[in-house]
């Protein structure tokens, strides 16, 4: 029973990393889009104080289409995707 629990354990970790590898997007880009976009309005604090209203994959899609309309910056839908998978990476950790 406990070699499969750790099988188990295993198994999920590997998932875990796999969903996150499997975004759409490429990390480099994401980061020089967010030091040439989103640096003006925030720091990185925003993505790691406690009381941040992102909770998910989605709410960091939506929140990037926020601050869009907000700074009447357009992204094409790949740079999003760049987006969402840097900050998920160096912040967010979503699965």
Same mark, same amino acid.
């Given at each position: 029973?406990?070699? =499969?629990?750790?099988?188990?354990?295993? +198994?999920?970790?590997?998932?875990? =990393? +796999?969903?996150?590898?499997?975004?759409?997007?490429?990390?480099?880009?994401?980061?020089?889009?967010?030091?040439?976009?989103?640096? =003006?309005?925030?720091?990185?604090?925003?993505?790691?104080?406690?009381?941040?209203?992102?909770?998910?994959?989605?709410?960091?899609?939506?929140?990037?289409?926020?601050?869009?309309?907000?700074?009447?910056?357009?992204?094409?839908? /790949?740079?999003? /995707?760049?987006?969402?998978?840097?900050?998920?990476?160096?912040?967010?950790?979503?699965?």
């Amino acid at each position: 029973m406990h070699k =499969s629990f750790v099988v188990s354990a295993i +198994a999920a970790v590997f998932s875990v =990393s +796999a969903q996150a590898a499997s975004l759409p997007g490429d990390t480099a880009s994401g980061k020089k889009l967010y030091q040439a976009n989103c640096t =003006s309005c925030h720091n990185d604090s925003v993505h790691t104080r406690k009381d941040h209203t992102v909770k998910n994959l989605q709410g960091l899609t939506d929140q990037i289409h926020n601050c869009e309309h907000m700074t009447d910056v357009k992204l094409e839908k /790949n740079q999003v /995707n760049d987006l969402v998978k840097y900050l998920n990476e160096t912040f967010y950790k979503f699965k």
